[in-house]
């Protein structure tokens, strides 16, 4: 495992960067397959597909939003990381870790709370029909459920990634895609449970993934190890983590808003079916632009 690490310290500058986007350009493209798995399989439960695929549509921004949170403290505090990092300063590079995986979890469990809370005024808000509504509920209920995975595995792989690891980075990806593609047909038609079928279908996956961090961030390959003995919030360094995530957190929760707004335009104007064809047109959407994000 350490002979997958970059040597961001080395002369060839290029080599290292190279190294270290392309499995980060796989990764992204393995997560284009994670996120369109579920739809494909959706869209074809006998008699029912157009409708379970709208229910779905309408659970996006919650999706989006959870990734926002997950890139706050993530994408926000790994380039931190990083800096401390090359400075030979571990103690801060692991504080930083410590107290983005804090935060992470927090919000985690109160984005579960709050959502299972208010989930049937927020899915109406989102466009929900009577109709929509028993399919959205039951894919959004059991994905809150599996919050704190999401955030640990979307917000933690970063620092795996600062550190030169960015195979291992990578593997969380596939990990969890691989589970989601073997899942959902086994929960959805094995089982015969629809929607929430792909629901736990996606929060298992999650779970392997961030079993997966986890074991990378406290075993004994990772430079930066997760040490909570003793710990303590410090509020500065989570305040620095924040005003540094706070860019790609406005753009993927704004990104959820503008669903939101979508949605209910079309239940007002086109009923089920036009949700149904939005959330196709997403799904072709993100391939078309995965490729051109991965790059960048």
């Known amino acids: 495992m350490a002979s997958e690490q970059v040597d961001f310290g080395s002369n060839h500058v290029r080599?290292?960067?190279?190294?270290?986007?392309?499995?980060?350009?796989?990764?992204?493209l393995i997560n284009?397959?994670?996120?369109?798995?579920?739809?494909i399989y959706i869209g074809r439960i006998p008699g029912e597909?157009?409708?379970?695929?709208?229910?779905?549509?309408?659970?996006?921004?919650?999706?989006?939003?959870?990734?926002?949170?997950?890139n706050l403290f993530g994408t926000g505090g790994s380039?931190?990381?990083?800096?401390?990092?090359?400075?030979?300063?571990?103690?801060?590079?692991?504080?930083?870790?410590?107290?983005a995986c804090f935060c992470?979890?927090?919000?985690?469990?109160?984005?579960?709370?709050?959502?299972?809370?208010?989930?049937?005024?927020?899915?109406?808000?989102?466009?929900?029909?009577d109709r929509l509504y028993p399919y959205a509920s039951g894919y959004m209920i059991i994905y809150l459920l599996g919050t704190v995975f999401v955030?640990?595995?979307?917000?933690?792989?970063?620092?795996?990634?600062c550190?030169?690891?960015a195979r291992t980075g990578m593997k969380t990806v596939l990990l969890g895609a691989l589970c989601n593609l073997i899942l959902d047909p086994v929960f959805i038609f094995g089982f015969h449970m629809g929607v929430k079928g792909a629901a736990i279908a996606t929060v298992l996956s999650q779970f392997f993934s961030a079993l997966w961090v986890l074991f990378f961030l406290t075993g004994k390959h990772a430079e930066l190890t997760l040490d909570f003995k003793g710990f303590r919030p410090d509020f500065a360094c989570i305040a620095e983590i924040t005003k540094l995530g706070i860019s790609s957190f406005v753009m993927s929760f704004t990104?959820?808003?503008?669903?939101?707004?979508?949605?209910?335009?079309?239940?007002?104007?086109?009923?089920?079916?036009?949700?149904?064809?939005?959330?196709?047109?997403?799904?072709?959407?993100?391939?078309?632009?995965?490729?051109v994000l991965a790059i960048a």
């Open 79 to 99: 380039p931190l990381c990083s800096i401390a990092r090359g400075k030979g300063d571990t103690k801060t590079a692991r504080g930083i870790m410590n107290n």
């Open 255 to 291: 990104n959820g808003l503008g669903q939101i707004a979508c949605n209910s335009m079309l239940q007002i104007y086109g009923g089920d079916l036009y949700i149904t064809v939005m959330t196709v047109l997403n799904s072709v959407r993100e391939i078309a632009s995965a490729p």
């Open 163 to 165: 550190q030169g690891f």
């Open 151 to 161: 955030m640990i595995s979307l917000g933690l792989n970063p620092y795996i990634n």
């Open 104 to 129: 992470l979890i927090i919000t985690g469990i109160m984005i579960t709370l709050l959502g299972i809370l208010f989930h049937k005024p927020l899915l109406y808000l989102f466009g929900a029909s």
């Open 15 to 28: 080599r290292s960067v190279l190294s270290v986007a392309a499995p980060m350009l796989v990764a992204q």
């Open 32 to 39: 284009l397959l994670y996120n369109i798995i579920d739809r």
């Open 49 to 70: 597909g157009s409708t379970a695929l709208a229910g779905l549509g309408l659970c996006f921004p919650v999706i989006t939003m959870v990734t926002a949170f997950a």
